[in-house]
Nanobody
Framework: QVQLVESGGGSVQSGESLTLSCTAS???????????RSWFRQAPGQAREEVAT???????TYNDSVKGRFIISVDNAKSQVYLQMNDLKSSDTAMYYC?????????????????????WGQGTQVTVSS
């Protein structure tokens, strides 16, 4: 079992930056680098959406809405995933979740609706005011 904990959320003004962190832990051995790791977000009354994903081979995918503004990165030695958010907009306001899964990212992406990420954090709130 893997536990994920997000931190770094808060309230900021439009145009400002914020960096989220996700720390993974487990009671037994695992190789965090071999996981698909993603950031999702969900605003009240809205569907959950994938923000950024980094696969075991280091490949990265961004949602078009954040491309050029957000950066996902990892520190495998610390089992941490980060989401650097720049030039924040009001539309970025949401609860942000960290997710991880030992399966390949492309497998999960191809089978949405049939399966979901196995591990999720509790979420951290990001509020952006104009």
């Amino acid at each position: 079992q893997v536990q994920l904990v997000e931190s770094g959320g808060g309230s900021v003004q439009s145009g400002e930056s914020l960096t989220l962190s996700c720390t993974a832990s487990a009671s037994s051995g695992y190789i965090f680098q071999n996981y698909c790791r993603s950031w999702f977000r969900q605003a009240p009354g809205q569907a959950r959406e994938e923000v950024a994903t980094i696969d075991s081979d280091g490949s990265i995918t961004y949602n078009d809405s954040v491309k050029g503004r957000f950066i996902i990165s990892v520190d495998n030695a610390k089992s941490q995933v980060y989401l650097q958010m720049n030039d924040l907009k009001s539309s970025d306001t949401a609860m942000y979740y960290c997710a991880a899964d030992p399966r390949l990212c492309r497998y999960l992406r191809a089978h949405r609706g049939q399966t979901d990420f196995r591990y999720w954090g509790q979420g951290t709130q990001v509020t952006v005011s104009s």
